[in-house]
């Protein structure tokens, strides 16, 4: 892998209290001069499996592209946080953005096009990454969204029943509920009670595109083979009406898990960026 790790985690506090946010800063041995990229992983994976493991990271370091990697409460190396909120969406932005921060990233200037910050999120990071957008014009300049949805998953997961299954086996009816706690037990990595408490905290700010569009232009990814793809043209729509700029690549034989692999992704997501 090309490219220089900048050091240990960065350390950040937001409205006074540690996040415990595991942030990582990639150099290119090589720099673009382009806006720093911050990668943002989904549910129950994190920055290593997201984006090293399926070799995004060398991928961005061999653009000349900087490169910002977080890990999510509860997952990878982030630590666990005993409070709900510092799992809610709006404060996990806050926590982004102050990583952003302390990278160094500076507001969009005309002009320079080292300025700002592209971010790239996949499945809840793509939501994360969409209300990021919206919330942050001054510094965002393009969005990547692999595997976004016009809902959130993890709105309809029933809280009560992974509980029981985790206290005593009690099977899970619900498909899409025992499909995501098992993907997240999988992870040595993964702090389970944490994940639920994420999952507790992102039903309490239900997830609506339309509410808070991003006025930036975004590339939106999905395998044909997921069922997320459907998704692409209504949120590609929110973006045109709102007067943004929005490209969609659907990827064949791709489904939810194994889109991030693609070279195909990788390629057009560099491209879209080099902007």
């Keep these: 892998m ?20 595991y942030a990582e800063v990639h150099e290119p041995d090589t720099d673009a001069g382009l806006r720093p990229v911050l990668l943002v992983h989904g549910f129950s994976s994190s920055s290593k499996l997201n984006w090293v493991d399926t070799g995004w990271l060398p991928a961005l370091l061999e653009a000349g592209r900087r490169v910002i990697m977080v890990d999510l409460p509860g997952h990878g190396r982030s630590g666990a946080p005993e409070d709900r909120d510092s ?22 200037q005309d002009g320079d096009p080292s300025s700002g910050l592209d971010v790239v999120g996949y499945s809840l990071g793509a939501r994360l990454a969409w209300e990021f957008g919206a919330t942050q014009p001054e510094i965002v300049h393009r969005l990547v969204l692999g595997g976004p949805n016009i809902t959130d998953p993890l709105a309809a997961f029933d809280l009560v029943a992974a ?13 899409s509920t025992a499909r995501l706690l098992k993907m997240a037990l999988l992870l040595p990595s993964n ?57 969609v690549l ?9 889109a991030v692999t693609s070279r195909a992704f990788k390629q057009a997501a560099v491209s879209f960026l080099a902007v």
């Design 163 to 175: 509980q029981r299954y985790l206290a005593d086996g009690t099977p899970i009816a619900d498909e």
């Design 87 to 108: 799992y809610s969406p709006s404060r996990i932005r806050a926590d982004l953005l102050q990583a952003a921060f302390d990278a160094g990233v500076r507001p969009v």
């Design 2 to 21: 090309s490219g220089r790790h900048t050091g240990p985690q960065q350390a950040h506090t937001v409205e006074g209290t540690d996040p415990q946010m």
């Design 250 to 258: 659907t990827l064949s034989g791709r489904n939810h898990t194994n």
């Design 191 to 247: 702090n389970i009670f944490a994940l639920l408490t994420l999952v507790e905290a992102i039903k309490d700010e239900p997830y609506d595109p339309a509410e808070a569009v991003p006025h930036v232009p975004m590339l939106l990814v999905a395998g044909d083979q997921d069922e997320r793809v459907d998704s692409l043209p209504k949120l590609a729509e929110l973006a045109r009406g709102a007067g943004s700029m929005a490209e």
